[in-house]
């Protein structure tokens, strides 16, 4: 693995239905995050977590979970999806140090039906 | 809070021509100003930050404190120029700084 990976690539659920979207980091980053990318409203945070164990809502959370039980993953659960959550989801990592730049996965294109 | 602003959805300019991409932040203490990437079918990439005061690529990039801007240049476009462009904010290290906020992005083309 390098840097950061997601899984799926792409998904078709539907409505109703539990999902949970993959994101692995390698580089060692404390703080993890997903977005949500939609088109004309950019990227919006759904979660995030500074450090394994801890974990943040975003700007809009309602409908995802996440958990950070170690440095290197953090899934996103979608428990019962809805087709609004029809969009292309990244992951992304950074250091604490205070440069704050994040690194990006490839993200993963959902689509609820 | 804090809020990012990208007045343009789309841009569209011809190869060789300036470009500029507004970008608008408001925030209350010292912001840290990003430029994102993301060209066709590829993941978001750093293109530049305010910090570093560097030209990446040909663009540049000054955060003016006074008129709470963050536009990012470049004085002659080329074809592989043409992505979407955002503009991010975080509020500095420490604490929970470490998050960013992005601007809706910009769709820039650059023509033939």
């Known amino acids: 693995i390098a840097g950061i990976t997601q899984a799926p690539t792409s998904q078709i659920l539907a409505a109703g239905r539990r999902m949970t979207l993959r994101c692995t980091q390698d580089?060692?980053?404390?703080?993890m995050y997903w977005y949500r990318q939609d088109l004309g409203l950019g990227l919006r945070l759904i979660h995030y977590s500074n450090t394994a164990g801890t974990t943040g809502k975003g700007e809009v959370p309602d409908g995802y979970s996440v958990s950070r039980a170690n440095t290197d993953d953090f899934p996103l659960t979608l428990a019962s999806a809805v087709p609004s959550q029809t969009s292309v989801y990244f992951c992304a990592s950074s250091t604490t140090s205070g440069m704050n730049e994040q690194f990006f996965g490839p993200g993963t294109r959902l689509t609820v039906l | 809070a804090q809020r990012v602003t990208q007045p343009e959805k789309l841009l569209s300019v011809f190869k060789g021509a300036p470009v500029e991409l507004k970008c608008n932040y408001s925030y209350s203490g010292s912001p840290e100003l990003f430029w994102y990437v993301q060209y066709s079918r590829q993941r978001l990439q750093l293109l530049l930050r305010h910090i570093s005061r560097e030209s990446i690529k040909g663009f540049t990039a000054d955060l003016n404190k006074g008129e709470t801007s963050f536009h990012l240049k470049k004085p002659f476009a080329q074809e592989e120029d043409s992505a979407m462009y955002y503009c991010a904010l975080s509020g500095g290290s420490g604490g929970s700084n470490y998050k960013l906020t992005f601007g809706k992005g910009t769709l820039l083309t650059v023509n033939p």
């Open positions: 580089m060692r980053h404390n703080a």
